[in-house]
């Protein structure tokens, strides 16, 4: 080898010299570098997911604590307070099912004002809609049958 080495000119020896300051050069780039980007693109990505799914833990374990604040009396008193805020006219309520149940019947409601009742039920006491029948009247308004539950 040193023979070949001494056998070269000055300008074979820098060209040799050069091709392989590339070669190992690229060497370095594929077999060591490259390697490491992907291992720390990986590396990111699962600490992403990892935070992601620490945030959603985070979220479900608060979550008891807006269930515990909601308003677990009786749902009649629930359905009929609601409504008084809200300035519904209510013209008819029955409690059926021993209570589990409510029918409930307003006149001259709009459907804004029946729309954000029902969410606000559904907000505060988990009550929901089991059965509706709304019909209109003048005026735009409407009247609504409905009964209202929590299961």
Same mark, same amino acid.
């Given at each position: 080898m040193k023979n070949w080495w001494g056998g070269l000119s000055g300008r074979e020896r820098v060209l040799i010299a050069v091709a392989a300051i590339l070669i190992l050069a690229l060497m370095v780039q594929f077999l060591l570098l490259s390697p490491l980007g992907r291992w720390h693109k990986k590396t990111d990505a699962r600490l992403q997911a990892a935070i992601n799914t620490q945030k959603l833990v985070a979220e479900a374990i608060a979550q008891p604590a807006s269930l515990e604040a909601i308003d677990d009396r009786p749902i009649a008193p629930l359905v009929?307070?609601?409504?008084?805020?809200?300035? &519904?006219?209510?013209? /008819?309520?029955?409690?059926?099912?021993?209570?589990? $149940?409510?029918? =409930?019947?307003? @006149?001259?409601?709009? %459907?804004?004002?029946?729309?954000?009742? &029902?969410?606000?039920? /559904?907000?505060?006491?988990?009550?929901?809609?089991? $059965?509706?029948? =709304?019909?209109? @009247?003048?005026?735009? %308004?409407?009247?609504?049958q409905l009964v209202l539950s929590r299961e």
């Amino acid at each position: 080898m040193k023979n070949w080495w001494g056998g070269l000119s000055g300008r074979e020896r820098v060209l040799i010299a050069v091709a392989a300051i590339l070669i190992l050069a690229l060497m370095v780039q594929f077999l060591l570098l490259s390697p490491l980007g992907r291992w720390h693109k990986k590396t990111d990505a699962r600490l992403q997911a990892a935070i992601n799914t620490q945030k959603l833990v985070a979220e479900a374990i608060a979550q008891p604590a807006s269930l515990e604040a909601i308003d677990d009396r009786p749902i009649a008193p629930l359905v009929t307070d609601a409504a008084t805020r809200m300035k &519904l006219n209510m013209v /008819q309520r029955n409690i059926i099912e021993n209570g589990a $149940r409510v029918e =409930i019947v307003f @006149e001259g409601a709009s %459907l804004r004002t029946l729309n954000q009742y &029902l969410l606000d039920l /559904q907000d505060q006491a988990a009550i929901h809609v089991v $059965r509706a029948n =709304i019909e209109p @009247e003048a005026d735009g %308004l409407f009247r609504a049958q409905l009964v209202l539950s929590r299961e």
